[in-house]
């Protein structure tokens, strides 16, 4: 190892201590800090991230990268350090633009933001959010101005989340599945399945958290190197792959939300638990790709756990678990967490109407990025696109446009990368098939681990040392297409449904 190169991890390390400092303050934040605690947490948060952010652009680590990304030095590297100065690189120079007062402000007023989104959705009334929400809008305008003065702005943010991913791209990807969702959803809501009221009770939450933990038992989630907490918004966050936590929220009259959410942040928190831990600490050490990430949750929840046979091995232990399950068949069960119903909350949706919730969230944000409406008048454009998609009208801004936290932490371009997520499911299910064989075969013999060791393999190890479309290459050979995720959806829900589609 080059001389250059130990000096680089030694000051990476010193990095990762403000790093660890800040991601277990933003932990506490959401799960155990009280109210009247929270604004000495925010103020920690933004001094520690600032620290940290004078330590991204110091020229200390400039000239340590200069003479890595010199020819004579780059060659001695191996190809994962090679992929981590390049983008250490790259992220310096997109970083250093930014004025230091100006990123502390942007951390101080998403800890502002975040908490109003709460109390905002609490209470049901947006104007509680809207400043924050303007604030927020301006300062990421700004940052953009710093680091992406030459790109369209919602392109740069959307290039943030899912880096090569352009919106003339999502544009095409988006219409395809648009065209093909809208006459599939009709024909499956006219053969509506009748609710059933046996799920209708109520589930103690420290009932359901046990739940929780048989089922991140049964997917390959690792406790040696995890944790769980509640939140009022699901998440996974991680410090390293030796440290990964996700969170849940328990509702006493719904046990099903739980119980998919469980799944969900569980896919999270295996990928980033299965990273290469040599690549830990370092810029690829955690997959910053959120599409790519967001197919991995969404495999766990829906490409198998809506599928009935992931059930068959576990069922009778969700009975034990939930006794009020034992008047419900696993068909009845099967049947349920698979009802396709337009409905106002995203992450209730089910796996076929989620993708419009996405595709509104899309077109929202670029009606703020790029035809400037005013916050004020957002409620109004999003029960307008909710009615146009969905057919239905929220009847108040909690279940409604302040359902998602995102934008209260300034994650503009984030939501298209969910429907991407799925997007590649559908590629990865006809892969795994491929190599593995039948999927309902494997599920229903309890053999998950076989695929939860096959994603290992092609995907979780790489954190981000590859490009969404290069893992997506390397693992099913061809370019991104929605068209498997369609076949999947004809082939499920016209047996389910009994139709033709």
């Not at 998950?448 to 050979?477: F, M």
Request: proline share 3%; hydrophobic share 35%.
């Amino acid at each position: 190892m080059s001389q250059n190169l130990k000096k680089l991890q030694n000051y990476m390390e010193n990095m990762n201590r403000f790093s660890h400092v800040v991601t277990l303050l933003q932990w506490d934040m959401y799960t155990g800090v009280p109210k009247e605690g929270y604004d000495k947490h925010a103020d920690a948060v933004a001094y520690f991230s600032t620290e940290q952010f004078k330590m991204s652009v110091d020229p200390k680590l400039k000239e340590l990268l200069e003479i890595l990304n010199t020819k004579e030095e780059y060659e001695k590297l191996n190809e994962d350090w090679k992929f981590i100065v390049k983008k250490m690189k790259r992220d310096f120079d997109r970083n250093e633009k930014i004025p230091q007062e100006v990123y502390e402000e942007y951390v101080r007023a998403l800890s502002d933001s975040q908490r109003a989104w709460e109390e905002a959705k609490n209470a049901s009334d947006f104007n509680l959010f809207a400043p924050h929400l303007k604030k927020i809008i301006e300062l990421v305008k700004k940052l953009v101005s710093y680091t992406d003065p030459e790109k369209e702005i919602y392109d740069a943010l959307l290039n943030q989340y899912e880096e090569g991913m352009d919106s003339k791209t999502i544009d095409r990807i988006f219409d395809n599945l648009k065209e093909e969702l809208i006459p599939m959803i009709q024909k499956i809501t006219a053969a509506e399945l009748p609710k059933n009221s046996k799920f209708e009770g109520f589930y103690d939450p420290d009932t359901q958290e046990k739940v929780q933990k048989m089922l991140l038992d049964y997917i390959g989630f690792r406790w040696s190197r995890g944790a769980v907490g509640r939140t009022e918004h699901p998440f996974t966050l991680n410090f390293t792959s030796k440290d990964v936590r996700v969170t849940n929220h328990f509702y006493e009259d719904n046990a099903i939300s739980a119980i998919f959410s469980a799944i969900h942040e569980g896919g999270h928190g295996i990928f980033e638990q299965n990273v290469k831990e040599e690549l830990d600490g370092t810029v690829a050490g955690s997959c910053c790709y959120m599409g790519i990430h967001e197919s991995q949750s969404r495999f766990y929840e829906n490409i198998m756990g809506r599928n009935i046979n992931f059930w068959v091995p576990i069922y009778e232990k969700l009975q034990n678990l939930l006794p009020d399950f034992k008047e419900i068949s696993l068909e009845e069960f099967y049947r349920e967490i698979n009802r396709v119903e337009n409905s106002l909350i995203r992450v209730e949706a089910d796996e076929v109407t989620y993708c419009q919730h996405i595709i509104l969230r899309y077109e929202m944000e670029k009606a703020i990025f790029r035809d400037n409406v005013a916050v004020e008048e957002l409620p109004k454009l999003w029960n307008e696109k909710m009615q146009e998609y969905l057919q239905i009208t929220p009847e108040n801004d909690a279940c409604g446009i302040l359902q998602d936290m995102h934008w209260s932490g300034g994650s503009f371009g984030y939501f298209p990368t969910y429907l991407l997520g799925s997007i590649y499911d559908g590629m990865l299910l006809e892969q795994i098939e491929e190599e593995l064989g039948s999927l309902d075969i494997i599920l229903k013999e309890g053999r998950i681990l076989e695929v939860t060791h096959w994603l290992n393999e092609k995907i979780h190890q790489y954190g981000s040392s590859r490009l969404p479309k290069d893992t997506l290459y390397a693992v099913c050979k061809k370019e991104v297409t929605a068209e498997p995720l369609i076949r999947y959806f004809k082939k499920k829900y016209s047996k389910l449904y009994g139709i033709q589609l």
